[in-house]
């Protein structure tokens, strides 16, 4: 059984940033894909950014060149720079991560962008 905790999340205005944190454990996540995924109000979840084990990354359109995904494995952890937020990024984001034994959720953080 592997538990996701997201952090980092909170309330910004348009134009600012946030780090959401993603810690595991129960397993080491040095060896999986992990991601990143958000889902609005009345919208099904949509992935935002996802990276595999050695580090290669892609990016939905909507936050290409604003956001950046990255994985630190001596902490067990994945991050998600969000930069230039919009009110279109207001969401509640989850972490995933992809074992041989199946995905797992954390419970979501939420992001929001008001003006």
């Known amino acids: 059984q592997v538990q996701l905790v997201e952090s980092g999340g909170g309330s910004v205005q348009p134009g600012e940033s946030l780090r959401l944190s993603c810690t595991a454990s129960?397993?080491?996540?040095?060896?999986?894909?992990m991601g990143w995924y958000r889902q609005a109000p009345r919208k099904a979840r949509e992935l935002v950014a996802s990276?595999?084990?050695?580090?290669?990354?892609n990016y939905a359109d909507p936050v290409k060149g604003r956001f950046t995904i990255s994985r630190d494995n001596a902490k067990n952890t994945l991050y998600l720079q969000m930069n230039s937020l919009g009110v279109e990024d207001k969401a509640v984001y989850y972490c995933?991560?992809?074992?041989?034994?199946?995905?797992?959720w954390g419970k979501g953080a939420q992001v929001t962008v008001s003006s």
């Open positions: 995933h991560i992809s074992t041989y034994r199946g995905g797992y």
């Open positions: 129960g397993s080491i996540i040095s060896g999986y894909a």
């Open positions: 990276i595999i084990s050695g580090g290669s990354s």
